[in-house]
Each structure stands twice: as structure tokens, then as C-alpha cells.
């Protein structure tokens, strides 16, 4: 089956760093995305590995792990409009794989 | 970049009614279209995978004749929720699938999403 776990929330505060990791089992799995998903709105793309290693856009970062089935999402210098969810996605034949997501929540 | 547009955006509805949700993609022709349902506080379940000219592919356990599923044209795919029920209540979000040149991958955009209540 497939399958991706990510913490359900993490809360941090403004200027901090935060790590939301995600692990997965599957097999011919394709690559792991992250989508940002804010109240009552569509996710938004936010980055995509699909090789391993570190991707780096702006104030986030995506690393992703092939060998260890393993991901994270970095967010630097955390603002308050950060809060949200945040989704890994597993790409397998074309279609997404969505884990459970994590609700980041920024305190000032 | 890619613009996938849904419509209604909310809607409300009697139980044993139907309710069309469209999605359409405004810059781009998308062969796939995907329908997700997501509950409060959840994630996002991949119903059917929708693809123009031809049948649906729907998920395990999502009812084809419930979730009708039309892909009539490479820009527009239609979700009709039929004999509505309270527990169809949920925000329906359609994704249009674009293919990376050259690398063998597809990105996804996400319409905005269509929040359905049944009373």
C-alpha cells in the first residue's frame, strides 16, 4: 500500500526554523512534493524532489531521502502568515498520494 | 503559470438532489484531471482520476455511479454528486495535470476548491 505520515501539528515561533518531516511506504514511488494548504483554500505547490538532496526556494527548503523512504520541509524565518498545513505528496502513475498533513502553527 | 478555475466555489443543496462542480483549466488543455475530497481537518483523498474522451478511473471505494465524472473537452471536467446526502458535505478540489518537458514528470494545479453542504 501506500502510505505517507507526517506529524499532525508543530507550533514555533516567529524568526524560528521549523522541520516537518515525512516518511512514506510505497513502491514505484516517483518523487515527493509540498503543497501549503491555508484555511478554506486550495493547496499551493511548493516544491518537489525527485531526486535525492536538498532543494532550496526562498525561506523553504525540500531534502528528500530515496534510500530511507524519507523527507522533510524546512521553513526558515518564520512569519505569521506561515500558519497552515502542509502536505507531502507522493507522485505513483501520474497520480498524487497525499500524507496526512501537518497544521504549523506560528506564535509571536 | 497554470490556472485550474472551479465552479461553484460553494453550494448548497437538499438531500436527494444533484449538484454539478466544474473545473476548468483557463490557460492550458489538460488531458488528466483529478478529483480530490477533503474533509475538516483531513487530507486530500484522490477520488478518480478523470481523463478526456474516455472513462473515469475511480479510486477504491468511491462510488462511480454516486460521483459521476464527465471529461468532455481537454479543458473542462465536471463532477456530479447525484442523491446528495449530509455526509457528502465536503470541499471538492479538482487538479489539472501538466507534463515538465523533457523530464518525464507532471506538475499538478489545484482549482480553488468547491465547498459543498448538504442539509
Known amino acids: 500500500g501506500q502510505s505517507l505520515e507526517q506529524p499532525s501539528e508543530v507550533t514555533a515561533v516567529e524568526g524560528a526554523i521549523v522541520q516537518i518531516n515525512c516518511t512514506y511506504q510505497?513502491?514505484?514511488?516517483?518523487?515527493l512534493s509540498w503543497y501549503q494548504q491555508h484555511d478554506g483554500g486550495a493547496p499551493t505547490f511548493l516544491s518537489y524532489?525527485?531526486?535525492?538532496g536538498l532543494e532550496e526556494t526562498g525561506r523553504f527548503s525540500s531534502f528528500l531521502s530515496r534510500s530511507d523512504s524519507y523527507g522533510y520541509l524546512l521553513l526558515q524565518e518564520l512569519q505569521m502568515k506561515d500558519s497552515a498545513s502542509y502536505f507531502c505528496?507522493?507522485?505513483?502513475?501520474?497520480?498524487?498520494?497525499f500524507g496526512q498533513g501537518t497544521e504549523l502553527s506560528v506564535k509571536p | 503559470g497554470a490556472v485550474v478555475s472551479q465552479h461553484p466555489s460553494w453550494v448548497i443543496c437538499k438531500s436527494g438532489t444533484s449538484v454539478k462542480i466544474e473545473c476548468r483549466s483557463l490557460?492550458?488543455?489538460?488531458?488528466?484531471m483529478f478529483w480530490y475530497r477533503q474533509f475538516p481537518k483531513q487530507s486530500l483523498m484522490l477520488m478518480a482520476t478523470?481523463?478526456?474522451?474516455?472513462?473515469?478511473?475511480?479510486e477504491q471505494g468511491v462510488e462511480k455511479d454516486k460521483f459521476l465524472i464527465n471529461h468532455a473537452s481537454l479543458t473542462l471536467s465536471t463532477l456530479t454528486v447525484t442523491s446528495a446526502h449530509p455526509e457528502d458535505s465536503s470541499f471538492y478540489i479538482c487538479?489539472?495535470?501538466?507534463?515538465?518537458?523533457?523530464?518525464?514528470?507532471?506538475?499538478?494545479?489545484f482549482g480553488p476548491g468547491t465547498r459543498l453542504t448538504v442539509t
Open positions: 487538479s489539472a495535470r501538466v507534463p515538465l518537458p523533457g523530464q518525464g514528470v507532471y506538475e499538478q494545479y
Open positions: 510505497t513502491s514505484g514511488f516517483y518523487g
Open positions: 524532489n525527485a531526486l535525492d
Open positions: 505528496a507522493g507522485a505513483q502513475g501520474g497520480k498524487l498520494i
Open positions: 490557460d492550458f488543455q489538460a488531458t488528466t
Open positions: 478523470s481523463n478526456e474522451g474516455s472513462k473515469a478511473t475511480y
